[in-house]
């Protein structure tokens, strides 16, 4: 009797298992895109949209970096005032005895945006220093007080102006730029310091050309009949034709209101900087 186990037939064969993992056919089959998802209109859409997208937040972080955000950052400019003794000043000068002094005064743009510049002024008068009483200190300090100090031995006495004039010439300054003005001054002799007063009125936006912001006429500076410095109104090239007021506070809130209606970010840049001269008595 044969060992050999019986040969099936060929239909009854076992099948062997598909090479693979077990489920992988299945698996692929449920994981097949339907038809409109393998579209190539949808493709196109798609790509539209995404190059909309983008390009939607380009142009807003630009105007968000680049324009928006600088324009609401603070401006400023800081200023630098000196008062340096010129070589052999006094020996060859005007009078016996004056001090010739070289007024530097320098203006940094600190902010990131560029800044317009109207017309500046400045204007310097000494100061004496007379020696006094120390006891008589309680009675001179019993107020109010003034823009000139109170000192125990000593009072000091500002003389009239002496010098004054328009300080930059330049329209603008650009971010992190540094503009500079020098002159050579005279101080009578016997001055013991000086005191030097700068105003720097500044806008944020580029002002209209023609002279059209301050109705056809531009803005210089000029005393009133108590010598105290206004803003004036003039014809470009023809100073003599100012509008002029004798009343600086009415004056002051009329420029005010023309500036800042046509630049919110307008500020009047005022620093006022006491300096004391080697060689004053």
């Avoid at 076992?14 to 698996?27: I, Q, Y």
């Avoid at 009483?133 to 009239?160: C, K, M, W």
Wanted: glycine residues 8%; aromatic residues 8%.
């Amino acid at each position: 009797m044969s060992s050999e186990p019986p040969i099936k037939p060929h239909a009854e064969r076992e099948t062997l298992p598909p090479k693979g993992m077990p489920g992988a056919r299945a698996r692929a089959g449920s994981l097949r895109l339907p038809p409109w998802l393998r579209s190539p209109s949808l493709h196109e859409w798609v790509r539209t949209l995404g190059i909309i997208i983008a390009a939607s937040w380009g142009i807003y972080t630009f105007l968000w970096k680049e324009i928006y955000v600088p324009s609401q950052a603070p401006a400023s400019i800081s200023l630098e005032i000196s008062l340096t003794p010129v070589a052999g000043g006094g020996a060859s000068g005007p009078s016996p005895g004056s001090l010739q002094r070289e007024l530097k005064v320098s203006a940094t743009n600190a902010s990131t945006r560029r800044l317009y510049l109207l017309s500046s002024f400045w204007e310097l008068f000494p100061i004496r220093r007379q020696v006094l009483n120390r006891s008589t200190f309680s009675s001179r300090a019993s107020g109010p007080f003034d823009a000139i100090h109170v000192e125990r031995g000593a009072v000091l006495q500002p003389y009239p102006t002496e010098a004054a004039g328009k300080l930059f010439v330049d329209d603008h300054i650009n971010p992190g730029e540094t503009i500079h003005r020098s002159v050579i001054v005279s101080l009578p002799p016997g001055a013991y310091a000086a005191q030097v007063d700068v105003l720097v009125p500044v806008l944020t936006r580029e002002p209209p050309k023609g002279n059209a912001l301050l109705g056809g006429r531009v803005l210089e500076w000029g005393y009133d009949k108590s010598d105290v410095v206004i803003p004036l109104l003039c014809v470009d090239g023809n100073p003599s034709d100012c509008l002029r007021l004798d009343d600086p506070e009415k004056q002051d809130r009329l420029m005010d209101r023309k500036l800042k209606a046509f630049d919110a970010n307008y500020f009047l840049n005022e620093q006022s900087v006491q300096v004391g001269l080697a060689g004053g008595s």
